[in-house]
């Protein structure tokens, strides 16, 4: 097919096809072709093309049974393109890298207390990070489709519509260029020309937990308590305002945000270690799934387990409104507040009973680096989204 019509289509059918490989591998060319409502003739020649540029790999024969000639089987080529994913936390930069099929092919750790240190110091404390990463890549002789830099930011946006970073609470940095910043480190590293998107931890952590459900209202975060609307195409519409800066009482503790009684200081984890006199840390639940705090609960500690019961009654409360507005499928409580596991999700499904509107809440199933992973995979998105723009990339 030619003309501009006819490259519409074949983008269309190559995005679609990318996706079904994504979703559905190893898939043969003939389930394809009824998945996609598209000849096995027109599904051979397009997934011919997604072959050749690395996206797509032919696993060859994997498994006998049906009547008929056996059929080879295609999926995600693990050896096509990554992506990175950077996180900046209280104590530490993490990275990794994830290839096509949405493993972890390297994960990197650097420990720094960034909250003594400016914005870009904190992000120069990254450059280790990156350049391990980035070596990994060209080792194994595979392209960086950019980075995903997750940070528990409170998002504004520019004149274009594109998510600008307006403060940054748990590091306690103001207005500042989280883009900008990582573009300058990739230069220092020699990494040119690699596209950069920040995005907030629970977008990114949501994401990763509910990629490919109907639409949910996923509710978590690490350092501080964020929710987005989730899965079923609801994925791509920027970065929400935090739910941990929404006043759940009024008049209450004052928040590094400048307000008062914000949600983060209940249920937030700087809030909660403090009432549990323990030092604020990130590191610990990135290393080994738990914290501090939730080891404090989990011995019977009474003011961590006041605090984790305060923590969901705040955010039970704080949820009222969008429920009552969204009407979501299902709630998903990912993140740290999900590793403290019957402690709040028990007080938080009785109070949330008491709504009028009240989902089924289920507990995430990925672990800390969720918003890394997502982070990582937002890019990897993008080349599923259109594998064309992808090759015909200068
Ligand atoms: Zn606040």
Not at 22 to 31: K, L
Not at 206 to 231: H, M, N, R, S, T
């Amino acid at each position: 097919m030619t003309g501009a019509g006819g490259q519409t289509v074949r983008q269309h059918n190559l995005a679609l096809l990318m996706r079904l490989i994504c979703d559905f591998a190893p898939a043969t060319r003939v389930e394809l072709a009824e998945r996609a409502g598209l000849t096995k003739v027109t599904v051979t020649n397009l997934v011919a093309e997604l072959v050749d540029a690395g996206l797509v790999h032919d696993l060859g024969v994997t498994q006998r049974g049906g009547p008929g000639r056996p059929a080879s089987r295609v999926a995600p080529d693990p050896l096509g393109p990554v992506g990175i994913g950077l996180q900046v936390e209280v104590d530490h930069v993490a990275g990794c890298v994830v290839d096509l099929s949405g493993r972890v092919r390297r994960r990197e750790l650097r420990r720094a207390d960034i909250r003594r240190l400016s914005p870009a110091e904190g992000v120069r404390a990254a450059r280790p990070v990156l350049r391990r990463l980035f070596d990994h890549a060209t080792t194994a002789g595979q392209l960086v489709a950019g980075i995903g830099v997750s940070v528990p930011a409170l998002f504004t946006r520019d004149r274009d519509g594109q998510p600008l970073v307006r403060a940054v609470p748990a590091l306690g940095w103001g207005d500042v260029d989280v883009r900008g910043l990582v573009a300058a480190e990739l230069d220092a590293i020699g990494a040119l020309g690699v596209g950069v998107r920040v995005g907030g931890s629970v977008r990114f952590a949501a994401q990763a937990e509910c990629g490919g459900d109907g639409a949910v209202l996923y509710v978590g975060g690490e350092a501080e308590v964020g929710a987005v609307l989730a899965g079923g195409g609801a994925g791509h519409r920027g970065e929400p305002g935090s739910l941990g800066h929404v006043p759940v009482r009024p008049g209450g503790r004052g928040c590094p945000c400048g307000r008062t009684g914000c949600l983060d200081r209940y249920a937030g984890r700087a809030a909660m270690a403090e009432a549990a006199r323990l030092p604020e840390t990130a590191l610990p639940r990135l290393l080994s799934g738990t914290e501090p705090f939730a080891e404090r609960v989990f011995e019977g500690d009474a003011a961590a387990g006041r605090a984790a019961a305060e923590a969901a009654r705040t955010l039970a409360d704080a949820l009222a409104a969008p429920l009552a507005v969204l009407d979501p499928a299902a709630i998903v409580l990912g993140g740290r507040l999900a590793a403290l596991g019957e402690v709040v999700l028990e007080p938080l499904g009785d109070r949330l009973a008491e709504q009028h509107t009240c989902p089924p809440l289920h507990a995430g199933r990925l672990g800390p680096d969720a918003a890394l992973r997502g982070a990582a995979w937002s890019v990897l998105a993008d080349v599923v989204a259109d594998p064309l723009g992808w090759f015909e990339k200068p």
